[in-house]
């Protein structure tokens, strides 16, 4: 694949993302954001602030990696079997034959660490954007040379390493993965309010309480 081709398929997948996030959160209120439909076990606004602390592991050494010296560029990119297998991975859930990844500890919703923990959605939101502008700016530098593709940066499971190009087969199709799972909980929680009377005052009025 050209390096070209590569930016422009990348580019259009990271504005498909940023349309599909502007339309379905810039006007929700903070309940329906922080709404669990009954069978799920995040809210719709804690599926975009896993998807932050992703980003937060990887943005910082990609950019340092695009300020390595005597890196030369090349028109042709070249992707081995493991980066692709890595997008393909992190492909929207879809069933049967989706993968189901664990989430390490330090990447689950913050409730789920400390329950004491709260977040502010319009500050998650606001990384979320930030992040987008950021990948897109190394989404047209690393593909361009194959020294900064094959240069390394450590995973969300240290120590383990992979290649930079790697790393943005896994950001970008993450953030989709984890749209696609917000965009099903509002839907439920739109279905949960629409037919169920529920205490307003409650956070998460359909959540069963979890066995200690």
């Not at 592991?57 to 297998?85: D, H, I, R, Y």
């Not at 329950?115 to 987008?132: G, H, R, S, T, Y």
């Amino acid at each position: 694949m050209l390096a070209t081709e590569y930016i422009a398929l990348r580019l259009d997948e990271l504005a498909l993302y940023k349309a599909q996030f502007e339309r379905g959160f810039y006007f929700l209120e903070d309940d329906e954001l922080f709404f669990i439909p009954e069978g799920e076990k995040w809210s719709a606004i804690e599926c975009i602030e896993h998807t932050n602390y992703v980003n937060e592991v990887f943005l910082p050494q990609l950019t340092q990696v695009c300020q390595l010296p005597e890196a030369k560029e090349s028109s042709a990119l070249n992707m081995g079997w493991f980066t692709k297998k890595a997008n393909r991975w992190m492909q929207p859930f879809t069933g049967t034959k989706s993968i189901k990844i664990p989430v390490p500890r330090k990447l689950r919703p913050r409730r789920l660490r400390d329950p004491n923990l709260k977040i502010a959605p319009q500050k998650v939101m606001e990384n979320f954007i930030a992040d987008l502008s950021q990948i897109e700016k190394l989404v047209r530098i690393i593909p361009n040379s194959q020294d900064l593709c094959n240069s390394r940066v450590t995973s969300t499971l240290p120590p383990f390493k992979v290649k930079s190009i790697t790393a943005l087969e896994i950001i970008i199709p993450h953030i989709g993965r984890h749209l696609a799972q917000a965009e099903r909980i509002l839907k439920g929680g739109k279905l949960a309010k629409d037919h169920i009377e529920t205490n307003q005052d409650l956070i998460y009025p359909t959540r069963k309480a979890e066995k200690k």
